[in-house]
């Protein structure tokens, strides 16, 4: 089976095109192009002459209505994931956002062991911990601003520091505590604080809970961050993705469809 499993997050649209399990495309819109990213899966849904499914999951009211509009008045089949309707991860909470969802249901499918927590660890406009336990039931979590926002956020605060990013790679060992210039004092204390409290959240949660925990990371910075958080077993920044085009199968009780 052939489908589009699109993910309307905070900055941007990621849609993948599976067949099956299969990842074998992805591509990305910036948040305020929803026609552009509609339009992309009107084209290739033409080429596969309407035998697509489009499976939605969104965190943004605002822009799920303009994609499901388009989507409505162009008769291409399609799925908006909702909590109340998918049995696979238990114990949800009503606000929970369907991006956590997809990432619980994707670790727990995927990358699940009998008698092991799952700790999913993402890191986009949000860094957020989910856990999950071996039995399907969401244990709970964390969620704070992510890396990239924590540092706008620093300059929108104090608007005589400058605004700062980080390069693509980074090596948390030779980052000072000690910096000599105002603009490493930000980058420094940022990443370091950061990393920090990631590893204060995963200690946390081996003293709460009473199992072993295999930790996956995902979003957008995943691979620039996860490799200096101790015991990251997996890094798969497809995740949010997989866990969209599983809800969809049949077995993962989708509804809502148009």
Known sequence: MERLAVDLGNSRIATGYFRDLELLEKWYHPLSSVDGAFQKIDDLQKQ?????????????????????ELLGRSKINHSLIRL????IIGNTYPTMGTDRLANLVAAHKLHGEKNVALVVLDFGTATTLSAVGPDGVFLGGMITLGLKNTLTSVNSTLEQLPILDFDEEFDSATLSPLALTTDQAILNGTIIGHLGMVERW??????????????????????????????????????????INLLGAPAGGQADRG
């Open 84 to 87: 109340d309707s998918q049995s």
């Open 202 to 243: 995963l200690h946390s949660c081996r003293q709460y809970l009473d199992l072993p925990i295999k930790t996956v990371a995902t979003g957008g910075l995943a691979r620039l961050i996860a490799k200096h958080i101790d015991k990251v077993s997996i890094i798969d920044e497809d995740l949010t993705l997989k866990g």
């Open 48 to 68: 596969k002459q309407g035998s697509l499914e489009v499976i939605i999951s969104s965190v943004v009211p605002s822009t799920t209505g303009r994609l499901l």
